[in-house]
Structures are given as structure tokens and as C-alpha cells.
DNA sequence: CTCGGCTAGTCATACGATTGTCTGGGCGCC
DNA sequence: GGCGCCCAGACAATCGTATGACTAGCCGAG
């Protein structure tokens, strides 16, 4: 008993040409084959427990039935987050995901000749130039809009930065300030702008000494919290553009011995299992990230097939989730 | 000038057979060349910028040069973090990582064909039967030694659990209760015996009771050492065996109105960068997982390379990270 | 009776690389 | 000078699938 099973096995097992095996498994309707015939074929498939063999069909068919993911980090809990979302939805349509962390220039070339299309993730770091990504792969950029000549997928981040805000602004806070993230991101500006819309339709005009921008992490949030929460008067409340930079702000409010919520309020953007045990649990927006990999997967496929693809944006709303960091502001 | 670049285009070029440049690529040893034509030969396939395709090779060669790692949860940073450090060791090999979520056996069938190896990430809530993975392709456990036919690659996590514990000893503690993982699960065992040896090598004799079992993840750590810290006389520290549940346990000492360090101290496992941001920072253990991946794949291609491989353990030793969680115990 | 057309398949080739085997020619050796 | 040997490559056969082209046989129509 030979190991691997080909299509020819398959074909001497019922009786008939290796094509008609191929034509009778792929659903090619341009064959004629009689029922019983058909039956014969498809049940010695199953019989032989044929799989058909990828290289010889990627050889044939140019067709990888891959797709790759670039990550800057993939041990970051979005990106894996995104990730997880991104490989669910290629299994679903039959592809596999490869995955690479680096930037998208250095990691391609790994990948050449593996995947049909590249799922881009970008370091909030990095600067795109036109035309950098997708050496001959089509690509889609993930959870970044950049003039670079291809397509996004993106999750609303104003939404989300209006809803926090909101929230606040519901609470009663006038004087709210932003840690915003790196705002060569147009995610962190798009976080930015949602702060600066919520403001305004509040009737608030925001001060841009409450808008302090640093990077996406614990260092960077307590930095600039710090800084905005020296300031005079103090505000009363801190929207953080990211959960890491969140954790980092509260610990900048410990240290300047300022109660959450009592003296300050603080709500984070993105959701994490962890934020629930912070002390105080910690005020998030939720972004659908892993709906964002799915949407990706998808739009890359459309695009595979053929299809044009805009920038899109997930339809999933944000969704606060408010906990203990929220509350009205101090009665002065 | 057709878009994919042969062999037979580079041989054309080099005015050479195409199984010249093969064998002068792939640096095949039975070749005889001069020197004169092997120049010609590398320098039209650098001109050319020639790349083998995968599929033709793979088919040929039955190799894929791709393994394939299956993890629980994608979205878990101790996965994604072993993933990551799987993914360097693989691109260092020249090969790709592919990866998929979910348990095995569900889906190494998508895998099937692609891959020249498997690395087996398991949910700690399973309990493997022999002989369940790897269906013909060489297989390797992650993080869990378990006597299911495959090798494993771990971490030293009884040596993890001892350094935590003498830490506890070494400022003073001795009523010191553990939280520990599912039992099920050789990881969690191999902590809880690193806690048992502490304790015992310094004269504890550890209680029963002060051990208590739960899941990996905020709230089991909440529920667990909630109970804990309900005994009488009451541990003065608690060894949690995962950070995750270390944060539940802080959120639990909080909720009982215990102060830590001054009345209890707390010590995770793993690192996390939100630890050193946490109230108070977490003292923690931190525990080599990238190198774990990396070594993992380096076993599996030692597997592939038809060597046989043992259980391994990461040489590198785990680190104590001491922040502000832990101290001497309160004087009664 | 013959021709056309349809049914139910068969045949053959291509995809691109690897690798075992073979050969023309030059040269050394006796 | 003839023989064999080695050098430097050439030849050819796969690997397993997909797919355009083709055909044997049968039936119905004219």
C-alpha cells in the first residue's frame, strides 16, 4: 500500500481517467459524466482518503491558497488579536495564513512565491512612502489608512474616540484631556479627531495643552499623563488612545497621589482581559479587532478575485465597556 | 519579457543547461564546473533576479519548508509570544511559520500537505491520549510534556516556582500559599512541585491547604486566592502561577482590604510589560518563552533532519523580576 | 443510409525544479 | 599511437494536478 494517494489511484480505483477524477472532485460543470459514474469516483475518494496534493496544484494553478500576514509584533495582544481574526476567516475561505513579524519590506521576500496576498500590519513608527508594500502580491494594510497605493481595512477609531469622550462629557467632565498616540499614525489621529468632535459638539473648545502625544505603551502613557495632569487647571478626566498607555496613566494618577475616580477619571481604548482587575478596573472602548482580521481576509480575497477594493472601515460599532475609572468630576 | 523568471531562462542565459543552474544554486557537491561558468551562471541568476518557485520545488522534493504551529488561542500573549520566537528560528532555517487556532486534531487536517512539521501548543483544560497528534507529519508539544508519543520542548518551571518561593523564604515569609494551575496539566504540576521543593528545602512543611487549584486567567487567580486569604492563620504571600491570575489575586487582596506588600506579598509567573505598571508592580517571574519557540523549532527540524529528540528543557533559566509586590512580611 | 450532434469520457501536455544517468572531448599514460 | 579516464556539462524522467482538445459510440433526423 502505497502512502500518498493521487488522483490516478483515485482514477484506476473507479474505472475511469485521472481528468475525470480531477473534473468530478473540483464541481467542473463543463463535465458530462453519468450519475453512477460520479458515484463510483466519489466514493473511492473517500475510500482512498484522497487529498489532493498542494504543490502539484500550486505548481498547475499558480495558486497558493496561502495568504501572509506581516506583523511588527506579533507577541503584541492586537496584533494577535487581529491575527487570530484574520486566520479564522482564511480557514473558512480554504486558505491557510503564513505569518512573518518585521516590517513588510524586510519580511516579503521570506514570503515570495508562498501566499496569493499580504495582510500588512504597520508599527505606529513607521512612516509609509507610496508604493513601498506588496512586491507583486496583492495587499491590504490592516489597521492603518496610508496613501501608499493600497487598500485598508480599518476599525472606527473616531467612533470610538467620540464614544470615551462622550462618556466622560455624560459624566459631567468639561476639562478632558488626550494621551494620544504617535500622530504620524492616522490611527492615533483618527482617535484624536473623534476626542476633538465629541468635544466640540459638546460645545467645549478643546486646548491644545490637553492633547499630549506619546507611543502606544506603558512608558509613553505614564509620561504623558504626567505632563497633562500638571497642568493648571487640572482636567478632570483622561481619554488614553490605548490600553497599555491606560495602564501607564493610572500609575502616573497614583504617583501624583490622585484617587481614580474620585479625582480623575480615565478611560482607555481597546479592551483587554486584563483591564477588568486594574485598580480601579479600568474604562475601555472595545474596537472589533478580530473582526478587523476577518474583514481583512475578506477584502483581500475580494481583491484576489478580481474585485476592486476600497478602504473600508468594519461595520461593528466600538462598544464602551465602563467600569470603576469613570465618574463624575470632583465637586469643587 | 515574461513576468516569472525559470530556471530554463536563467540556463538560457548562461548559455548552460537548466540542471546546471540547479546544481549551481543549490551548491551540489557532484557537480564539476569551472570556475568561468559557474560566474556566468550565478551572475544571470542575480540579473535576473531569479527565485526557485516553491510549488515546482516542493512538488519535486516532497519538502515544503514550511512547519505549521497550532495553538489554542492565537490571542493569548504566551502563545503569541512563543509564536514569535517560533517564527525567527523558522525564517533563520529558511523556513515559514504557518499557523492556525484551535485544538490539533481539529485542525491539522487544513494543514495536511503543507507542512514538514508540527509544533503542538496545548490548552492546559486538555488531557492528550497517546497518539492523537501529528497524523504522519513529525510533531513536536509546546510548553507541555505530556506522554501522548510526541517530544516536548518546555521551560524550566519547576525551577521557576522554586525561585519565586525562595524569594518569599529569602525576605521571611513562611506561611506561603500557592495558587496554582490545572493539575491536568504537567506545566501547572511542575510550578506547583517548584513550590513544594522551596518550601521543604527550607524546612516548610507546606499545608495542604495552601494550595489551590484554578484556571489560568484573572478570575481564577481572583477566586483562588480569594479563598486563600480567607484561612487562618492567613499566608503572608501567595505564589500565583501565571499573571493573569496574579492580577486577579492583586484585585482579590484589594477587595479584602489587604495592603500589598505591607500584609501580603504577591509573586506572578511570566512576565507581561503591564506588570511593572500595576499596583503595586508586580514581582514576577519571568520565564524564557520566546527562546522556548525558537528552541522548539530547532528541535523539530532536528526531528525532520531524522535525528531523534528527547523531552527538552530551554537552557535558559528563568529570572526573578523583583518590583514592588513583594516584601518581608508584616512583624505580628 | 448517412450525417450531425450529443454523451461520456479519454488523451496529452504543461506547470518548474530536481536528480540519476549519460556523453563528447581532451588529456595523460603506457 | 591507442586506450581509458575524467572533466564539464547535457539529457531525460519524474513529481501530481489541471485542462484544452479530442473521440468512440449512440441516437435521431432527414
Redesign the interface.
Known amino acids: 500500500m502505497r502512502r500518498t494517494v493521487r488522483l490516478r489511484d483515485v482514477a484506476a480505483a473507479a474505472g475511469v481517467d485521472a481528468s475525470v477524477v480531477s473534473r468530478v472532485l473540483s464541481g467542473d460543470a463543463r463535465l458530462s459524466i453519468r450519475p453512477e459514474t460520479r458515484e463510483r469516483v466519489l466514493a473511492a475518494a473517500a475510500r482512498l482518503d484522497y487529498?489532493?496534493?498542494?504543490?502539484?496544484r500550486?505548481?498547475k494553478t499558480a495558486r497558493?491558497m496561502?495568504i501572509g500576514m506581516i506583523v511588527p509584533?506579533?507577541?503584541?495582544?492586537n496584533y494577535?488579536?487581529i491575527?487570530?481574526g484574520a486566520?479564522?476567516a482564511a480557514?473558512t475561505a480554504g486558505y491557510?495564513?503564513?505569518?512573518?513579524?518585521g516590517s513588510a519590506s524586510d519580511r516579503l521576500p521570506?514570503?515570495?512565491?508562498?501566499i496569493d496576498g499580504l495582510l500588512v500590519g504597520m508599527a505606529t513608527s513607521e512612516t509609509p512612502r507610496h508604493g513601498e508594500f506588496g512586491g507583486g502580491v496583492p495587499a491590504l494594510l490592516v489597521n492603518r489608512r496610508e496613501p501608499c497605493g493600497i487598500p485598508s481595512v480599518t476599525v472606527d477609531d473616531e467612533a470610538g474616540g467620540t464614544l470615551a469622550v462622550s462618556h466622560l462629557l455624560s459624566l459631567g467632565h468639561r476639562r478632558i484631556a488626550h494621551v494620544a498616540g504617535p500622530q504620524n499614525a492616522d490611527t492615533a489621529r483618527r482617535r484624536l479627531r473623534g476626542y476633538t468632535a465629541a468635544l466640540e459638539s459638546a460645545g467645549v473648545r478643546p486646548e491644545p495643552g490637553w492633547i499630549a502625544e506619546t507611543t502606544f505603551?506603558?512608558a509613553g502613557g505614564?509620561v504623558a499623563a504626567t505632563r497633562l495632569l500638571r497642568l493648571e487647571p487640572r482636567p478632570t478626566a483622561l481619554f488614553v488612545g490605548n490600553v497599555?498607555a491606560a495602564?501607564?496613566a493610572?500609575?502616573a494618577a497614583?504617583r501624583l497621589g490622585l484617587r481614580v475616580p474620585d479625582e480623575l477619571s480615565v478611560v482607555g481604548f481597546h479592551d483587554a482581559?486584563?483591564a477588568?482587575?486594574?485598580?480601579p478596573a479600568l474604562t475601555t472602548v472595545r474596537m472589533p479587532l478580530?473582526e478587523m482580521g476577518r474583514q481583512a481576509v475578506d477584502s483581500l480575497l475580494a481583491l484576489l478575485g478580481g474585485r476592486s477594493v476600497d478602504d473600508t472601515m468594519v461595520a461593528t460599532p466600538p462598544e464602551l465597556v465602563v467600569r470603576a475609572s469613570s465618574a463624575p468630576p470632583p465637586t469643587p
Not at 487529498?51 to 502539484?56: E, K, S
Not at 509584533?73 to 495582544?77: I, Q, S, T
Not at 477588568?276 to 485598580?279: N, T, W
Request: net charge negative; glycine share 4%; proline share 4%.
Open positions: 487529498r489532493p496534493n498542494t504543490a502539484a500550486t505548481l497558493t496561502a509584533d506579533l507577541a503584541n495582544v494577535a488579536t491575527a487570530q486566520e479564522e480557514t491557510v495564513l503564513l505569518v512573518a513579524h521570506d514570503l515570495h512565491g508562498r505603551d506603558e505614564h497599555r495602564i501607564g493610572l500609575a497614583r482581559p486584563f477588568a482587575y486594574l485598580d478580530e
